[in-house]
């Protein structure tokens, strides 16, 4: 049997099995003829277009022009896929940034999909998308608020699912003057390797008509910042609060919380007073430059409403509203951090988060249930992370509320 042949009888059964679906339910031998059938046309197609490729470049050279002229959609000033926004595969290709929540990455994917449904809802069933993690590595500006954690902390993308990083357990500084042929003394500094693996952290929209996204290409964009928002929302709460003890089968990443070495610092009379003493805990292991806080929306609020009994500071306030900052160091709310708990994190580098080198990916498919029968599409966001926290003794766990 043909190709042409195969993918016309697949075509033929696929109608037939539609119309029954209209009817009545499919009975489970019939769901199983559907699921199978899905994939023996996606094969079919896959085949059809690597014929048309392999007779497109024998056009090609015989016409000696790189050019095909019966390319009715070329894609080749598309930025979306450029392969410079990838970066090869290999152990030694490790890469360090910032990662955004918003901006060019998030527009990429979003219109991407978009394109994609609105130029042929049946392209869409194959549609597999990636968001680049851009490497930016420029730190937040001075009097620009943060826009949340992960636009803070460095991101280092790594070429294997498994990899150790060294955590720092030990620092006792015993510089002195000594003596003419006197023995110096020794300073203690140890660290220990821990192991890190990569975790995958996903999602899937529910299911939306293929005509819907064809006819409404604002909606693929909608769904992308969703999936997206989502993803980076819930691997936020992980970082502080994530109760995985770093075993294989752990389903959370291990947090903040859960982080042995983590300074403490006590509910002192409010919350101004409770976070300049954090602030002095670093101080004095002379930690003073970087940093940046994270807390509650709530706690933000109350600290941005302190008063003193007469109504104000003497001094002047240390909370900056205008470019969100809290004794000169910027602070970012995360909604699903609990009221009270706040984190003084001293250096910029005192925790990377870790990803692959794929990037975050949203693939949209139909092979959920009976959806190719349906017509519905839905879409999966996922990607990998790993929480290294480096230099524990930099950060300060912060008890925001009295007792």
């Not at 042409?4 to 029954?20: F, G, P, W």
């Not at 998030?106 to 042929?120: C, D, H, T």
């Not at 769904?223 to 992980?238: K, N, S, V, W």
């Not at 250096?347 to 029968?373: I, K, P, R």
Request: glycine fraction near 8%; proline fraction near 5%; charged fraction near 30%.
């Amino acid at each position: 049997m043909t190709l042409k042949e195969r993918l016309e009888k697949a075509l033929s059964r696929k109608a037939e099995l539609q119309k029954i679906g209209g009817e009545r339910d499919f009975t489970e031998s019939e769901l199983k003829e559907a699921n199978d059938l899905v994939d023996e046309l996606r094969a079919a197609r896959t085949a059809a277009e690597k014929n048309r490729e392999i007779a497109d470049k024998l056009k090609s050279i015989n016409a000696d022009n790189d050019d095909d002229p019966d390319d009715d959609d070329p894609d080749d000033d598309d930025p979306d896929d450029d392969d410079g926004h990838r970066i090869p595969l290999g152990g030694k290709n490790l890469k360090k940034g910032y990662l955004p929540v918003r901006g060019k990455s998030v527009e990429r994917l979003a219109n991407r999909i978009a394109k994609q449904v609105q130029a042929n809802g049946r392209k869409a069933l194959d549609s597999n998308t990636i968001t680049p993690i851009t490497l930016d590595t420029n730190p937040i500006p001075l009097d620009r608020p943060a826009g949340r954690l992960l636009n803070l902390m460095p991101v280092v993308q790594r070429g294997v699912p498994r990899f150790e990083w060294l955590q720092q357990t030990v620092r006792e500084n015993n510089a002195k003057i000594v003596a003419p042929g006197a023995v110096k003394p020794t300073s203690n500094y140890d660290v220990e390797a821990r192991g890190g693996k990569l975790r995958v952290l996903a999602h899937t929209s529910s299911p939306f008509d293929k005509y819907l996204l064809a006819d409404s290409p604002w909606l693929g964009q909608f769904i992308g910042d969703e999936l997206l928002y989502g993803l980076y929302a819930e691997l936020e709460r992980q970082i502080i609060a994530g109760t995985g003890d770093g075993s294989d089968d752990a389903l959370e990443l291990k947090g903040l919380l859960a982080t042995t070495g983590v300074r403490q610092q006590a509910h002192v009379i409010d919350r101004l007073t409770t976070t300049r003493k954090a602030v002095t805990q670093l101080e004095k292991i002379g930690v003073t430059t970087g940093g940046y806080w994270v807390m509650s929306p709530d706690d933000w609020e109350a600290l941005e409403l302190a008063r003193t009994a007469d109504g104000h500071l003497e001094l002047g306030s240390p909370v900056n509203v205008a470019a969100k900052q809290l004794w000169s160091k910027p602070v970012v709310t995360v909604p699903e951090l609990d009221l009270g708990t706040g984190f003084l994190v001293g250096t910029d580098g005192a925790m990377n988060l870790s990803t692959d080198l794929q990037g975050v990916e949203t693939l949209w498919f139909a092979q959920h249930n009976d959806d190719a029968f349906r017509n519905q599409l839905r879409a999966r966001c996922e990607g990998r992370f790993e929480l290294e926290v480096t230099l524990p003794g930099h950060i300060v766990n912060v008890d925001l509320t009295a007792a």
